[in-house]
């Protein structure tokens, strides 16, 4: 029998992955993914709490967050694609040159 306990350590191993993702990747389209694991560990925890608790806030949340992550997508990669042909390279280190030299 599956408990909530096994969702909610699957959420936190995905947490975590994402986490470890997001503070050692220096490149922008491995930190876009490790931003999509963790919301949807997110979203695995709430519909869990959800699904055991018996009603339907935790998966309208956890649809909420599937919206604001499609719309970080697709504007995270539009910015991108714009940086990309700025400076010809997607890696962190090169955003230093963002900086404004007024």
Not at 22 to 35: A, E, W, Y
């Amino acid at each position: 029998m599956i408990t909530l306990n096994h969702y909610l350590i699957v959420a936190a191993i995905m947490f975590a992955i994402g986490l470890i993702g997001i503070m050692k990747r220096g490149n922008l389209i491995m930190l876009f993914f490790s931003t999509e694991i963790l919301l949807n560990s997110a979203n695995v925890a709430l519909a869990a709490i959800s699904k055991f608790n018996g009603d339907m806030i935790g998966q309208i949340f956890a649809f909420f967050i599937i919206a604001v992550a499609a719309s970080e997508v697709a504007i995270g990669l539009g910015l991108l694609v714009l940086w990309y042909k700025k400076t010809g390279s997607i890696e962190i280190s090169s955003m230093r040159s963002m900086r404004s030299e007024a």
